[in-house]
């Protein structure tokens, strides 16, 4: 089993929410998060100043996915965040050694 750590721009968020719905994965954690890669931040003009920020806003998905399902979801979120544009995001896949459901104390693939 895998966790997946997605991070997107906040305009894809619901492109790519839909789109992992779309193949049946329904469980995620959402975080808005700020950050920078190659992009080093923005400048935007307001009311004649100029104002730069190192960090853009991004919204990070948190998933679990059996290894089986693993292909298909990250197609599934490239595709449905890629602009083709600096910016678009990474996505980091971890291995998890367990799951436990709290509620009932299942375990493993089960509890996801």
């Known amino acids: 089993m895998k966790k997946l750590e997605i991070i997107v721009r906040t305009s894809t968020f619901n492109t790519v929410k839909k789109a992992l719905e779309a193949i049946g ?4 954690t959402i975080i808005e998060v700020k950050g920078y890669g190659r992009q080093r931040g923005y400048k935007e003009v307001y009311r ?8 853009v806003p991004k919204t990070q998905i948190n998933l679990l996915v059996h290894d089986e399902g693993l292909p298909l979801v990250l197609e599934t979120a ?12 990474k996505i980091a896949v971890l291995p998890v050694e367990d799951v ?3 509620r009932t104390g299942e375990r493993g693939d089960i509890a996801i």
């Open 25 to 28: 994965i329904h469980g995620m």
């Open 78 to 89: 490239i595709s449905a965040a890629r602009t083709g544009e600096l910016g678009d995001g």
């Open 100 to 102: 436990i459901r709290i």
């Open 48 to 55: 004649g100043a100029t104002l730069e920020s190192q960090f």
